[in-house]
């Protein structure tokens, strides 16, 4: 269910991410310009802190499992 939960969180601010794109190619003032590429800054590291808390579960497990680790 973890998993599940993280892919709908993770699509739900790659959407976000966008929109802070179409905000900043769009932006007529500076205030708006930096909101949006904040906003997908955000989004991106979010991203790879999804991807990195995955990777973190899956060791974990295995090390739960007795298994070696490289």
Do not use: K, N
């Not at 929109?19 to 500076?30: E, F, M, R």
């Amino acid at each position: 269910m973890e998993v599940v939960s993280s892919i709908v969180v993770g699509a739900l601010v790659l959407v976000l991410g966008l929109v802070g794109l179409v905000l900043a190619s769009g932006a007529l003032d500076a205030e708006m310009y930096v909101f949006g590429f904040s906003l997908a800054g955000f989004a991106s590291l979010f991203g790879f802190g999804l991807i990195r808390a995955h990777y973190d579960r899956l060791e974990a497990a295995q090390r739960a499992e007795g298994g070696r680790h490289v």
